[in-house]
């Protein structure tokens, strides 16, 4: 599988990605926290994969919404999918690694998304289940474009001294690769605190 390479501009307030994702971080600060990663892998790549990440509660909770559908019915699939998005985006850093992250990149792919959502949604119809076609179709199109996830993000960011989830998330894609290819992560510990003068510097 081709790996997609994140197109990013750096800023004094930090990285934008074309995406849209913000990470308060400079590219030399990222470097310098594992040196010998980045030896191995780019700066785009690694950003790339945190996106992936950042991107799974939609893509995990239109997977896990469109199965639901399919097999325990409307009702059952939105509660699942309304207790698990919160729940995943709040805490998907502790899952990250490397060898799943080789997972969520195929199921962010755009293109198996839609495909499991036509042949799903599609079934909901030929059966004349149109209550079900009609909301799921809603469902995909609110998680599709991360709304769900956004309303969750107005509740994290009210947290005081944390971290936003999107800095949270590369730390750990760098702290869990460095791991995975045995270098130095020491540095590693210093993002954090970086993170936090930089948006306490852009707020002055």
Do not use: C
Request: overall charge positive; aromatic content about 12%; cysteine-free.
């Amino acid at each position: 599988m081709k790996r997609t390479e994140a197109t990013f501009i750096e800023t004094p307030k930090g990285i934008f990605t074309a995406a849209g994702n913000w990470f308060y971080i400079t590219v030399d600060n990222l470097r310098s926290y594992a040196p010998g990663l980045f030896r191995k892998h780019s700066v785009e790549e690694i950003i790339s994969d945190a996106e992936v990440w950042i991107r799974s509660p939609d893509s995990l909770s239109i997977t896990l919404f469109m199965f639901t559908l399919l097999v325990a019915g409307i009702e059952v699939a939105v509660i699942v999918t309304v207790l698990f998005l919160p729940f995943w985006h709040l805490n998907k850093s502790a899952f990250i690694n490397y060898p799943t992250t080789k997972l969520m990149r195929l199921i962010d792919k755009e293109a198996f998304l839609i495909l499991l959502s036509i042949m799903v949604l599609s079934w909901m119809g030929m059966n004349e289940n149109y209550t079900s076609l009609v909301v799921g179709l809603l469902f995909f199109l609110v998680l599709k474009f991360g709304g769900f996830r956004k309303l969750v993000d107005i509740y994290y960011q009210r947290q005081p001294h944390k971290i936003p989830l999107n800095d949270r998330i590369l730390k750990m894609v760098v702290l869990k690769y460095a791991m995975h290819e045995d270098v130095n992560v020491d540095e590693v510990k210093k993002m954090e605190t970086d993170v936090l003068n930089m948006i306490s510097k852009n707020k002055k």
